[in-house]
Nanobody, 123 residues
Framework: QVQLVESGGGLVQAGGSLRLSCAASGSIFRIDAAGWYRQAPGKQRELVARSTSGSSTNYADSVKGRFTISRDNAKNTVYLQMNSLKPEDTAVYYC?????????????????WGQGTLVTVSS
């Protein structure tokens, strides 16, 4: 069983920075893609940033130039560096990791979510 543990959320003033981390543990065979999503109160969950093993990354237009996603493949960890934060960035941030896990029945697809971490940006 794979577990994702997120950390790094908190309260920050507008213009400040935070760094989120998401570490995956378990019988992971391979991570193919990792991403961060967020959900603000009363809104749907939206993609913030995503990175694939082919070094392809994509960002929501609202965070381009301010947020950077990175991965440490050896640690199965994905990070989100958030700079120049704005009040509209306030949300619960979720990480997602996709790939392949090793089970007693063989290799199975992985699509796991973290528990979410709250980011609050005050004006």
């Amino acid at each position: 069983q794979v577990q994702l543990v997120e950390s790094g959320g908190g309260l920050v003033q507008a213009g400040g920075s935070l760094r989120l981390s998401c570490a995956a543990s378990g019988s992971i065979f391979r991570i193919d893609a990792a991403g961060w999503y967020r959900q603000a109160p009363g809104k749907q969950r939206e993609l913030v940033a995503r990175s694939t093993s082919g070094s392809s990354t994509n960002y929501a237009d609202s965070v381009k130039g301010r947020f950077t996603i990175s991965r440490d493949n050896a640690k199965n960890t994905v990070y989100l560096q958030m700079n120049s934060l704005k009040p509209e960035d306030t949300a619960v941030y979720y990480c997602n990791q996709q790939g392949v896990v090793l089970t007693p029945q063989g290799l199975k697809p992985l699509d796991a979510w973290g528990q979410g971490t709250l980011v609050t940006v005050s004006s």
